[in-house]
């Protein structure tokens, strides 16, 4: 059996916190996970940047930033301020995903989040597309505005929530307890 659940909902509403207190718990549980998330990276108070981590192998790196010291791709790929680094995308953010597809046995792919950013890579997207096509559950999160066809398509195939600042921390248990059954 597998569940595909999806959340959205406004920027900064708290989906990557919810999905961090979903994996913390389900794996208490027992219960595998994989993939990736992001983070805000802030310097002096402010928001500059998004890292990216494999859930499994806690492998970090920088999804996008304002200032352009990490390793860059070209040609430059920018989003609103931010300057997409393609090249952690690719091998850190879509591999984790890649890499929980093998996963022998349940596991619950965790993609945080498909949104403008993360959808500059064709790498990235054949990932997800290909974790959608297994048999493989999933715990995404989409931006809530976003009209690109991958997002569409989780909006269409996927039990979605849309987080608010009322419903969130009831969200968390209801996304635990659709993937409770999962426990071995």
Request: charged share 30%; no cysteine.
């Amino acid at each position: 059996m597998r569940f595909r659940i999806g959340i959205t909902g406004k920027p900064r509403i708290g989906k990557s916190t919810i999905i961090k207190a979903v994996i913390r718990r389900l794996k208490a549980e027992g219960i595998a996970v994989g993939g990736m998330l992001t983070s805000d990276i802030h310097e002096g108070g402010v928001r500059v940047g998004f890292s990216l981590e494999d859930i499994n192998t806690g492998e970090k790196g920088i999804l996008a930033h304002t200032h352009v010291h990490h390793r860059q791709t070209s040609p430059k790929v920018k989003v609103g301020k931010y300057t997409v680094n393609l090249v952690d995308l690719d091998s850190i953010g879509a591999n984790s995903i890649k890499n929980a597809l093998t996963q022998p046995g349940p596991i619950i792919i965790i993609v945080d989040e498909i949104g403008p950013m993360e959808l500059k890579s064709k790498r990235f997207i054949e990932a997800v597309e290909e974790a959608i096509e297994s048999d493989k559950s999933m715990l995404v999160s989409v931006h809530q505005r976003s009209e690109h066809e991958l997002v569409r398509r989780v909006k269409k195939e996927f039990e979605m929530f849309e987080v608010t600042q009322e419903n969130r921390d009831e969200i968390t248990n209801r996304v635990i307890q659709r993937f409770g059954g999962l426990a071995v």
